[in-house]
């Protein structure tokens, strides 16, 4: 009865998974094709995708090592950059069976990425692991696999579609943040604000000099703090407009 | 496998791990502090838009086409598109833009 059960949810986690999975070998495929143009291998690059399943990480741990950074800023730029998947995984805490063991739990947080998590924390019962592992059984390897490929075929497309791919990571995280700016104003201001502070680093002569990893981190820090003590954020997880 | 790009990996997988796993693990009280609470649900939305701008502009090597994903990513996001159709749609708007620029 158990396992017929846990079948069935792990089929459900499989079905939710599939568009992931099929965005993750599109998105990883341009992630592939940057790794291969900071001087990592097929093997390096699936390696680590497969490891850290992060859009926004990887790509920025990628742009420090191909700039030869050092490895207290990779680890600092995945600290900050990857800290909201804290606040998913608490989020996730309540979520599961409060008498979860922890293997399961280590298990599910492995595969704690945004898309993940936005499938997980919508559902209307509990969380059970089998769910979990049903989604990550297809999302991890769509995510490894297009990596790979992007790493080995990026250099075979033509210029032009590789120019074009080269925007799909960047389209992808506006797609994650501009639904959140139309339900939620004070994010829309902070966004425009960071994007701009973004723009203005980028003109001053000597902070545009900062590595890109390092000035992240420090915009980052400093908007989420400012935006943190100006709009904080209703009790209830839910901002008024 | 080299052994510094190894030791890269290593640093960031155990890292975003630790981070994913903690708190499903060891903390399973709610966090009370509503300024911690803020910051975190802010960090993703400033980093994201960091390092998405302006280096959209200049991902492609024209700024042009550059130009025309982000605005059609931004159209097509807000009207509620999915990930890989918002993906999808401004890499061909970028195509499209190259061969008419």
């Not at chain 1, 568009?19 to 291969?36: D, H, M, R």
């Not at chain 1, 506006?174 to 004070?186: E, F, N």
């Not at chain 2, 030791?7 to 709610?30: D, G, H, K, N, Q």
């Not at chain 2, 009370?32 to 991902?59: C, E, G, H, N, Q």
Request: charged content about 15%.
């Amino acid at each position: 009865m158990k396992d017929k059960k846990s079948a069935a949810t792990f089929a459900a986690g499989v079905r939710d998974g599939m568009p992931i999975a099929i965005g993750y070998f599109a998105v990883s495929f341009t992630l592939g094709i940057q790794a291969k143009s900071a001087g990592l291998t097929v093997w390096e690059a699936a390696v680590m995708s497969l490891t850290n399943l992060t859009s926004a990480g990887q790509f920025a741990a990628i742009n420090i090592i191909a700039a030869a950074g050092s490895y207290l800023s990779v680890a600092v730029s995945q600290l900050i950059i990857n800290l909201r998947y804290m606040l998913m995984s608490f989020a996730l805490s309540q979520k599961v069976e409060p008498k979860l063991g922890i293997p399961h739990r280590m298990g599910i947080a492995f595969g704690v990425t945004d898309e993940i998590f936005g499938i997980s924390i919508g559902l209307k019962e509990r969380l059970k692991p089998a769910y979990s592992y049903g989604a990550m059984a297809v999302a991890i390897p769509g995510w490894t696999i297009g990596t790979a490929l992007g790493v080995i075929m990026g250099s075979i497309l033509p210029d032009m579609v590789v120019n074009a791919l080269n925007l799909a990571l960047y389209a992808m995280f506006v797609a994650i943040v501009v639904p959140v700016t139309r339900k939620d104003r004070k994010v829309a201001i902070v966004v425009i604000i960071s994007m701009f502070l973004s723009w203005l680093c980028t003109k001053i002569p000597v902070i545009c000099d900062i590595s890109s990893g390092t000035r992240i981190i420090i915009l980052t820090v400093i908007m989420a703090l400012i935006a943190a003590a100006v709009f904080p954020v209703a009790e209830e997880g839910k901002n008024e407009n | 496998m080299r052994t510094e790009i190894c030791i890269y990996i290593l640093i960031m997988a155990v890292i975003t791990y630790l981070i994913r796993m903690l708190p499903l693990v060891v903390f399973r009280r709610e966090i009370k502090s509503r300024f911690i609470k803020s910051f975190l649900y802010y960090v993703p939305y400033v980093t994201l838009s960091v390092m998405t701008f302006p280096a959209i502009l200049t991902a492609t090597g024209d700024i042009r086409t550059g130009l025309a994903g982000f605005v059609v990513a931004l159209i097509l996001s807000w009207k509620g598109f999915s990930l890989p159709a918002v993906a999808a749609a401004a890499c061909a708007a970028v195509l499209i833009a190259s061969v008419i620029l």
